[in-house]
């Protein structure tokens, strides 16, 4: 996976998780639940994946336009453009 075939990656400007990650934002307002969760890396918004019941990372890039999540899950480091329908790992010093 690379970031070949992205063409949002100005977009981000958010490379780095939080140290502590509650949960999905709109997920705790609403007392919902998630399965994965994945961190906007233009705003640094987290929402819960696509398996999820109420699948808001993707909600957020629509109603944002904000292209790329981050996996948030521990030891996952890829991330996945919704604009290219792309999965690719941004390398290090490779955003600024």
């Known amino acids: 996976m690379t970031t070949e075939g992205c ?12 140290d502590s990650i509650a949960g999905c934002a709109e997920c705790l307002k609403i007392e919902g639940r998630w399965l994965h969760l994945r961190m906007c ?21 629509r109603d944002t336009g904000h292209p790329i999540v981050l996996s948030a899950e521990p030891g996952e480091n ?16 490779a955003v600024q």
């Open 41 to 61: 890396m233009s705003c640094g918004e987290i929402g819960c994946c696509d398996s999820s019941p109420n699948r808001h990372a993707t909600a957020h890039a």
């Open 78 to 93: 890829w991330s996945w453009c919704y604009v290219d329908e792309l999965a690719f790992v941004v390398p290090s010093g």
């Open 7 to 18: 063409s949002h990656l100005d977009r981000i400007t958010v490379t780095e998780l939080p």
